[in-house]
Nanobody
Framework: QVQLVESGGGLVQAGGSLRLSCAAS????????LAWFRQAPGKEREFVAG??????????YYADSVKGRFTISRDNAKNTVYLEMNSLKPEDTAVYYC????????????????WGQGTQVTVSS
């Protein structure tokens, strides 16, 4: 079993930055695809960014809405995935979830095997 714990959320002004972390335990995730999703009130959970497993050369993929502003990375030694968020906008406000999939390939739909509990990100205008 894999446990994922997110941290780093908070309140930030528009144009600011935050760095989210997701620490995994229970299994080494180097071969897993990892992703960040977000869900705003009254909306469906949406894909934000993903990074492939080691057999996929850690390939990254981003939603168009965050491309150029967010960066996903992973530290396999620490079993942790990060989401660096810059130039934040009020529309980025949501609960952010990390997810892991026992496959090297990234999915942009929420069909992942493991999920964290989420961390709130609020961007004020």
């Amino acid at each position: 079993q894999v446990q994922l714990v997110e941290s780093g959320g908070g309140l930030v002004q528009a144009g600011g930055s935050l760095r989210l972390s997701c620490a995994a335990s229970g299994r080494t995730l180097s071969a897993y695809a990892l992703a960040w999703f977000r869900q705003a009130p009254g909306k469906e959970r949406e894909f934000v960014a993903g990074i492939g497993g080691s057999w996929n050369s850690g390939r990254t993929y981003y939603a168009d809405s965050v491309k150029g502003r967010f960066t996903i990375s992973r530290d396999n030694a620490k079993n942790t995935v990060y989401l660096e968020m810059n130039s934040l906008k009020p529309e980025d406000t949501a609960v952010y979830y990390c997810a892991a999939r026992n496959n090297v390939g990234i999915l942009t739909i929420p069909k992942y095997d493991y999920w964290g509990q989420g961390t709130q990100v609020t961007v004020s205008s």
